[in-house]
C-alpha cells in the first residue's frame, strides 16, 4: 500500500508569501521600538537635561570659590591695611576683587574686617557699614560661614578658648542663585550657592 510522505506536511511558502510575512514582522518591531522609545524618552530627557545642570553648579560653584580665592589673596597680601584708617578701603578693594573675578553683578558678596569696616555687595550695590575703630582689635572668632561670632577684643597674641591665638582676621563670603533648566522633575533644585573664607593677617 503507498502513502504519501507529504501527508501533514505544508507546502513551502512562495517568495511572494515570505516577502509579506517579513514586511508585517518589520512593521510591528518598528512599531514596537517606536512605542518603547517613546516610553523612556522622557527619563532620558531628564538624566539629560539633569547631569547638564549638574555640570553648571558644579562649574557655578567653581567660579565661586575662585572668586573667594581671589578676595582671600588679596587680603593676605595687605596685612597692614587691617586697621581703623585703611580697613574700609580694604573691603571696597576686596569686595571689588571677588566682583570683578567673573564680571558685574554674577554674585553678591560679604567682607568683613576684623569686625570693623564692612561692605555688603547686593545685585552689583555696595553698601558699607560697620566700626573702623573694631579694626585695630584682636579677636578669637568662632561659628561657621557666614555667621562668625567675634566676641569681645582681646589681648592681640593672647590664647583663645577653642585653640590658637587672638588676631585680626578677614571673612569673605560669596552667594550665586542657581536655577536648574528643568525645575520641576530635574535632579537638582533650584538654591543658593555659597563660598566663604577667613583670612588670619595678624
Not at 39 to 50: A, Q, S, Y
Not at 85 to 106: K, P
Not at 110 to 118: E, F, L, M, Q, S
Not at 170 to 197: E, H, M, N
Amino acid at each position: 500500500m503507498a502513502t504519501d510522505s507529504t501527508a501533514g506536511k505544508h507546502p513551502p511558502a512562495k517568495p511572494a508569501e515570505r516577502g509579506r510575512a517579513f514586511r508585517t514582522l518589520w512593521r510591528s518591531s518598528a512599531g514596537l521600538a517606536a512605542i518603547e522609545f517613546a516610553i523612556m524618552m522622557p527619563v532620558f530627557l531628564v538624566i539629560l537635561v539633569g547631569a547638564v545642570d549638574l555640570g553648571s553648579m558644579l562649574f557655578q560653584d567653581y567660579k565661586l570659590d575662585q572668586a573667594v580665592a581671589a578676595g582671600a589673596q588679596y587680603a593676605a597680601v595687605n596685612p597692614s591695611s587691617v586697621n581703623s584708617t585703611s580697613g574700609a578701603l580694604l573691603a571696597s578693594s576686596i569686595a571689588a576683587a571677588v566682583e570683578d573675578a567673573n564680571g558685574t553683578a554674577w554674585a553678591n558678596d560679604v567682607v568683613v574686617v576684623n569686625d570693623g569696616p564692612t561692605v555688603i555687595v547686593t545685585n552689583g550695590a555696595a553698601v558699607t557699614s560697620g566700626t573702623d575703630a573694631n579694626a585695630n582689635n584682636c579677636y578669637c572668632p568662632t561659628g561657621s560661614p557666614p555667621n562668625w561670632n567675634w566676641g569681645s577684643s582681646m589681648t592681640c597674641g593672647a590664647s583663645c578658648s577653642g585653640g590658637g591665638l587672638a588676631g585680626k582676621f578677614v571673612t569673605i563670603t560669596a552667594t550665586s542663585a542657581f536655577k536648574p533648566l528643568l525645575t520641576t522633575y530635574g535632579l537638582i533644585g533650584s538654591g543658593t550657592l555659597r563660598q566663604s573664607a577667613t583670612v588670619e593677617t595678624q
